[in-house]
């Protein structure tokens, strides 16, 4: 017989019974070496096992007409215990430490021989089944492929084990011998120089296949119902080779194919996994739970190890090719087993999310994996985990908000579901999409990890974005006037804060339950009717904008973009700002981020005049800004939008939106954004040198100088012209000519045309030349042109004058200039010098003599004499004071003259006549010595608005020509920071920050403290000029100026001189009035200027700040150097409130932001490691520092505080509660000397802690008050507490999402030391009624008595009350006196408040004293 001659290969009768005994004894975990003769004898036959497979493979069919193998094996006297232990030994050959390639085979094919004779009948009554060699059996595949080299992979890995082998490469091994993953308790190594070649692997595949196709068919009548551990194994093996190589095509998973059809291993472990799912295997759900927990981490990308947690897999193609396999595995066990799976499909999306990682990748995986696996539930199971998803969006933990946020969103891309009746009431709310936008993508917009309230700004734009209406419609809802139903939108912060716990039932794979905290009420009716206005809304999302963070500004930018879009916000000037402000923003990755927001939005609504605006003002003063990347994002911008689609005009066609889109854009620049003209110009100078503007762009930009885009060509023009390599200069002069014959001037295409000639002028012959000076003369002479034209005439004359000769360019300057200055002077004499020609004079015509006058002036200074200077300047004083003599009269030599007097000219006149009075002072040194002093004045007791603001120009201006002799003026110039008029005020900061940023100007004397009292000016848009100006501009050229100017702001700012060092400048007693924020009514304005400096101070300037205000403050007080009076108590209770700020404690020492959990990566890691040992090296040195120099200072002036019984003390000790908080456990070794104050300090610090919990459960009832409703008395049991409420969820086992009252976080510490000294020490019952707070009123005739004041009359539904006792009086209709209430009130003891302990009586019994009487004697 063929299969006895197979047998007889192996050499059965040859191998001894001791050692088939001993393998046995061994139960197949150790096997002594076999005889090397009878090993060498079977190896000689390389396919002796395979032989013995196909012989015996017919003995495994149903075949009734097949004689049995064991009766076969009885007659020819072979023992299948023999057969099982050689088998045994070759299996085990492939376990050793670095098997050969024959050995790999061996075991293979002699493992799939016993996985054969286990399949036919009676092997399990013949003994050949064992569960430890079964499972060796099943470890073989992963232990025979060759795994890669190197040591066991660490824990942050991201490299996948299999790696090169689906490719049939095999990387080099390291030199040093590397540990394998451990198997079955056994600690191999790969040996060093083993090498597979494509053939090799090969074979081991085809071993690999044929040992799974056996156990395949093994386990269609093979059951493991008894075999958990044999189960886990098999669905161990199959799951890992579902990644084990890439199918070609679809996987199918139908158990109907023939097993021989399947090629690849993942279709032959799907069908694996497959057959484990059945009956035959286990009655209920466990081996079902056991695939589904194993295809959990296919899911989730991860491999999984023994004795070590799971590690990510790098997302390869072949990794996520098998996560979607995983997928659709599961969806096909669902569909043909749907009522037995669904609560292992529940489960399992539960573990999907709690399993998660904080990796962006592999979130957006994991989501859709979530969002394809609930499209296999019915509504019910659908509801009920969308119920169990917003319980763990209000998870602590970033990774876990982050994920809901995810999966929320590829469920709003899926159709909404319609409730029919197989839905639960109670559940029904959670099934439209409305629930998911408002209730976990809305309400984490305010999430106190910025990371997650970025990306929930992110979703919120992106569900705009969807193709789904309904989403759409959710978010207009939010955005609109009518009252929403949603959860109360203020609660996030306290929600986030709360500490949540989770079962970690990974490994058991059961239902997660996740539980909530205490004051979340019980049942999804606790969706409240809140009423969101639009406007509030905005407000919100302005303030998102401002966001500390980068990130969660960028996302809420593009939220708004996204609004803006849509049209859900109306596109207002206001809303639109919002964008074109942050172009500004101090992070860059903002700026470029704002930028893209308005290309998106221009792209969107090319039509909008509104958008095309803020596109302009918020990418072109982006050309300037500081950094380079920002500018070519603005360059890029600009040219993509406009000068890509400027063509000819006979290509431009009104159907193409780009076309027609860039012309507006230019339009607009040329009329309502004038003033962003030199922001592009300098786009144009950075393009000049690039030859970006070719002749065909020139001459198609030509053809457009006639026509409505006439205008925006020239203005084009006008910034091309001096860079253009050719220009047809004829059409130019022809546009002038029709220019100035028109008798109707736009004022910007002038001005363009003008600065077009001038940019010409040297191309130009000598007759050219001389006709448009000609027409510039006469035009000009007319003086009836804007003073814009006015301007851009004098201009283009000065440019024509320019020759190769200096001499001759003055002749130019002086003639024709000269004629101007002529002509003004003859007009100005006729208005002044004749009787009443003040009277009656033209004020416009006025004005522009007056400007050309001033611009004419610049350029000729010879021509201009006396008798201007003095005509200018009797248009700023008195009719009557005669001020220019008669023609033919003597000048006089000065005229003295204190200040500008109001006389009969206009406002209007009198400030040009100051701007033209400083351009002539401007050129002549002897003038402004004689103005200067003039203009002080003027600064001080002037009037009028117009000609302040024109003369703080002014004097800027002269401090630039005439530094030195201005800069005794500068304090006149910064008094202007507290102007009674807002304009001149920031006028004033503009001007003064140009001549710090060019250091014309230096920090001196008040300057500083100056600009510091702008900070808290009442007009909110100066105070943040003041803020940028400081902080972004003056700054960076100085680092140290805020630190070095702190210590004289405490004094200054609270008018204390008597340091014989600080605050010694000079003032007058109008500008101390002027800039004093002295007293306690202007303690918050002090306060904010303390806190904005700190804020930008370093660690270092901190550490030294607070050493010098010792020395230099207080240490002045213990020398007696500074008497302890009430200004000095001021300036002492100033200083321990400033050391008392949040603002002083160094970063370092900080923790990390709330809410922010450490990523779990290598750099976060050191990160941390790097922040703990810097935090405690600045510890141990801040504390050094504060016992040797800041102790001995505080005990010393308490000594003295207390002498004087001064008031300061509370400041004293509210100051040494905040400090002592980083020192709590070391308060007597600090205070050694003074064990009073350690006493103190240490009683003090415990009152803080108690009071600060109070003072949270306290706003915690006051918050629950101040949003709950009331409800009539209804029948039945009210819900009392979230401890009684009923767990909806059922079977299921999952969380309710309950509704919880905003509240303050945990964690509030008063901001400044001022907020300790304002700390209650009464009682501890506070009353919390208020207008706004509801009265409960008696539903009962009678009077009640006796009621405590806790026990409301009514029954309030969905009401937790705090600890705390609230007060709830009792009103009736008619009205109670008094003493009436009083009776009616049953007052009681606060929880918190200890019951008095009873009195110890000394009293003894008579058996007592007789017992003691014995003992005595």
Same mark, same amino acid.
């Given at each position: 017989?063929?299969?006895? =001659? ?123 089944? +064992? ?23 660490? *824990? ?137 927990? $194993? ?50 499909? =529940? ?6 999310? +709690?399993?998660?990682?904080? *990796? ?85 917009? !305010? ?10 700004? /992110? ?10 209406? &309904? ?39 059961? @239902? ?21 206005? &639009? ?15 980068? !990130? ?86 600009? %040219? ?13 066609? %009104?159907?193409?939106?780009?076309? $027609? ?64 390599? *050719? ?40 007759? @050219? ?39 001759? @360019? ?38 522009? /003599? ?92 002037? @009037? ?79 105070? %943040? ?26 004094? +200054?700012? !609270? ?26 009514? !202007? ?70 932001? #709330? ?90 610090? *415990? ?30 049991? #009210? ?67 006796? =009621? ?38 049953? +007052? ?30």
């Amino acid at each position: 017989m063929e299969l006895i =001659r197979a047998l007889q290969l192996l050499k059965l009768h040859s191998v001894s019974t001791a050692w088939v005994d001993a393998v046995w004894d061994f139960e197949f975990t150790h096997t002594d070496p076999l005889d090397p003769v009878i090993e060498e004898e079977i190896k000689e036959d390389p396919n002796v096992f395979k032989t013995i497979y196909m012989q015996l493979l017919p003995f495994s069919n149903d075949d009734d007409n097949t004689q049995s193998v064991w009766v076969v094996f009885g007659e020819n006297g072979v023992s299948a215990k023999t057969l099982v232990a050689v088998l045994s030994y070759f299996i085990l050959s492939a376990k050793a430490k670095s098997p050969s390639l024959e050995q790999r085979l061996c075991g293979l094919q002699a493992a799939s021989l016993y996985l054969l004779l286990l399949k036919i009948p009676g092997s399990v009554a013949n003994k050949v089944y +064992h569960q430890i060699l079964f499972d060796t059996c099943l470890n073989m595949p992963l232990k025979c492929w060759p795994q890669e080299s190197g040591k066991k992979r660490k *824990k942050d890995s991201l490299k996948s084990s299999q790696g090169d082998s689906k490719t049939g490469k095999r990387s080099k091994p390291p030199k040093k011998v590397s540990e394998e993953m451990e198997i079955d308790d056994d600690e191999d190594e790969e040996e060093e120089g083993v090498y597979f070649s494509a053939q090799d692997l090969l074979k081991l595949r085809d071993g690999i296949v044929l040992l799974v196709r056996t156990l395949l068919r093994l386990l269609e009548k093979f059951s493991l119902r008894d075999k958990p551990q044999s189960a886990d194994s098999c669905v161990q093996l199959f799951t890992e080779l579902t990644n084990f190589e890439p199918v070609i095509g679809d996987v199918s998973f139908s158990q109907e194919r023939n097993i021989d059809q399947l090629q690849s291993l993942p279709e032959l472990s799907y069908h694996g996994l497959g057959l484990l799912c059945s009956t035959i295997h286990g009655e209920g759900d466990e081996c079902r739970r056991r695939v589904f927990r $194993k295809l959990l981490y296919v899911i989730l990308m991860m491999k999984t190890q023994e004795r070590s947690k799971p590690c990510l897999l790098a997302a390869s193609q072949a990794v996520c090719g098998a996560r979607d396999q995983a997928i659709l595995f599961i969806s096909h066990i669902v569909d043909e087993q749907k009522e037995a799976t669904l609560p292992l499909l =529940r489960i399992l999306v539960q573990h999907i999310c +709690h399993q998660m990682v904080e *990796k962006s990748e592999y979130r957006a995986s994991g989501a859709q994996a979530v969002g394809k696996l609930m499209a296999k539930m019915p509504c019910q199971d659908y509801a009920a985990i969308v119920k169990w998803l917003y319980s763990y969006s209000r998870n602590n933990k970033v990774a876990f908000r982050m994920f809901a946020l995810d999966v929320s969103m590829v469920l709003l891309e899926q159709s909404e579901r319609d409730v029919d009746d197989t839905v639960d009431p109670e559940l029904a709310v959670f099934l439209p999409h409305r629930f998911l936008v408002h209730n976990i993508i809305y309400n984490h917009r !305010n999430d106190v990890s910025p990371t997650v309230r970025g990306h929930a700004l /992110h979703c919120l734009a992106q569900c705009l974005e969807l193709g789904s209406q &309904n989403a759409t419609k959710c978010v207009h809802e939010l955005f609109s006037n009518s009252a929403q139903t949603m959860l109360d939108s203020g609660r996030s912060d306290q929600t986030l804060k709360r500490r949540e716990t989770v079962q970690k039932s990974a490994l058991t794979f059961r @239902t997660i339950e996740l539980t909530k905290h205490k004051s979340i009420a019980t049942t999804h009716r606790s969706v409240m009717n809140t009423s969101l206005q &639009n406007e509030e809304t905005m407000t919100l999302f302005k303030k998102h904008v401002s966001d500390p963070k980068t !990130n969660a500004r960028k996302n809420a930018l593009e939220t708004v973009m996204s609004l803006l879009k849509h049209g859900v916000i109306s596109c207002s000037a206001e809303n639109l700002n919002i964008l074109s402000d942050r172009c500004r923003d101090p992070a860059v990755s903002v700026k470029k981020k704002a930028m893209q927001c308005l290309m998106d939005l221009l792209a969107a609504l090319p039509e909008n005049i509104e958008v095309q605006e803020a596109w302009l003002r918020g990418v072109l003063p982006a050309v300037m800004d500081s950094e380079s990347s920002v500018q070519e994002k603005a360059l890029e911008c600009l %040219d993509h939008v406009v000068i890509a689609h400027i063509k000819s005009q006979g290509k431009y066609r %009104d159907g193409d939106t780009s076309q $027609k889109l860039a012309w507006e854009l230019l339009g607009l620049m040329c009329e309502k954004c004038q003033d962003l003209s030199r922001y592009f110009s300098k786009a144009f100078s950075v393009w000049a040198p690039q030859q970006k503007f070719t002749p065909a762009f020139v001459n198609g930009l030509l053809s457009h100088t006639e026509g409505e885009k006439a205008a925006a060509a020239w203005l084009l023009l006008a910034k091309i012209a001096s860079c253009s390599p *050719k220009l047809n200069y004829g059409t130019v002069l022809e546009t002038w000519e029709n220019t100035i014959r028109s008798p109707v001037v736009s004022v910007a295409m002038t001005c363009h045309i003008l600065s077009v000639l001038g940019d010409i002028a040297s191309n130009l012959n000598d007759d @050219t030349k001389s006709r448009i000076v000609d027409d510039l003369m006469g035009w000009m002479k007319t003086f009836s042109l804007p003073l814009e034209v006015i301007s851009s005439c004098v201009d283009t004359l000065v440019r024509f004058a320019r020759s190769e000769s200096t001499q001759d @360019t003055l002749r130019f300057l002086d003639r024709f200039c000269g004629e101007l200055v002529s002509v003004c002077e003859s007009y100005l004499s006729g208005v002044i010098l004749k009787e009443k020609g003040a009277e009656n004079i033209n004020e416009d015509l006025l004005v522009k /003599h007056l400007y050309t006058l001033g611009a004419a002036s610049l350029h000729c200074p010879s021509k201009v004499g006396k008798r201007i200077f003095l005509l200018v300047q009797s248009v700023l004083t008195p009719s009557e004071q005669q001020l220019v003599p008669a023609e033919g009269d003597e000048l006089p030599a000065s005229q003295p003259l204190s200040q500008f007097k109001p006389n009969s000219m206009p406002t209007v006149v009198r400030a040009h006549a100051v701007m033209t009075l400083g351009k002539l002072c401007l050129q002549h040194e002897e003038l402004m010595l004689k103005y200067l002093p003039v203009f002080a004045r003027e600064l001080e007791v002037g @009037t009028e608005l117009a000609v302040r603001s024109n003369v703080v120009v002014v004097m800027c201006d002269l401090c630039v020509r005439y530094t030195n002799t201005v800069t005794r003026y500068i304090p006149n110039i910064s008094a202007c920071l507290r102007d009674k008029e807002p304009i001149v005020r920031e006028q004033t900061l503009i001007m003064l920050t140009n001549l710090l940023q060019e250091e014309y100007v230096k920090w001196k004397g008040a300057l500083f403290f100056r600009f510091a009292v702008a900070l808290v000016d009442p007009d909110p848009s100066i105070a %943040d000029l003041c803020e940028y100006c400081l902080v972004d501009l003056l700054l960076k050229k100085s680092p140290l100026m805020f630190s070095q100017h702190f210590i004289e702001c405490i004094f +200054h700012f !609270n008018s204390y001189e008597k340091h014989k060092k600080y605050n010694k400048f000079p003032q007058t007693e109008s500008e101390k009035i002027k800039f004093s924020l002295k007293g306690p009514q !202007n303690q918050g304005k002090r306060f904010r200027i303390y806190r904005f400096l700190l804020k930008n101070f370093t660690d270092e300037q901190r550490f030294n700040i607070t050493t010098k205000i010792c020395q230099d403050i207080l240490a002045s007080f213990v020398d007696s150097e500074l008497p302890l009076d009430s200004e000095g108590s001021e300036l002492l209770a100033d200083t321990f409130d400033i050391l008392s700020l949040k603002e002083m404690k160094l970063t370092a020492m900080s923790g990390p932001a #709330a809410g922010e959990e450490p990523q779990e990566d290598e750099m976060a890691m050191a990160k941390a490691v790097l922040q703990v040992a810097q935090k405690k090296l600045v510890s141990q040195v801040q504390k050094r520092n504060f016992v040797e120099n800041v102790i001995p200072i505080i005990i010393s002036l308490k000594n003295m505080l207390e002498e004087q019984h001064s008031p300061v003390l509370k400041h004293l000790m509210a100051y040494l509660q905040v400090t002592m908080q980083d020192y709590r456990s070391e308060v007597k070794e600090l205070f050694a000397g003074d064990e009073q104050l350690a006493a103190e300090v240490e009683y003090n610090l *415990k009152q803080f802690e108690k009071e600060k919990q109070q003072q949270q459960e306290q706003q915690q009832m006051e918050n629950q008050l101040a949003n709950f409703t009331m409800s009539p008395r209804q029948t039945g049991n #009210a819900v009392a507490s979230p401890a009684q409420a009923a767990n909806v969820g059922g079977q299921t086992g999952f969380a309710t999402p309950q509704n919880r009252h905003a509240a303050k976080g945990p964690t509030q510490t008063p901001k400044s030391a001022d907020a300790l000294r304002r700390r209650t020490y009464a009682g501890m019952i506070t009353p919390v009624r208020t207008q706004s707070s509801p009265t409960v009123f008696s539903t009962g005739r009678g009077k009640q008595v006796g =009621r405590a004041i806790s026990t409301p009359q009514a029954s309030i539904n969905e009401v937790t009350f705090g600890e705390q006792v609230s007060a709830i009086c009792n009103e009736s209709r008619g009205g109670n006196k008094v003493g009436d209430e009083e009776e009616s009130v049953l +007052h009681l003891m606060s929880p918190e408040q200890q019951k008095p302990v009873p009195r110890q009586w000394n009293v003894e019994s008579p058996l007592v004293q007789k017992r003691r009487s014995k003992k005595r004697l």
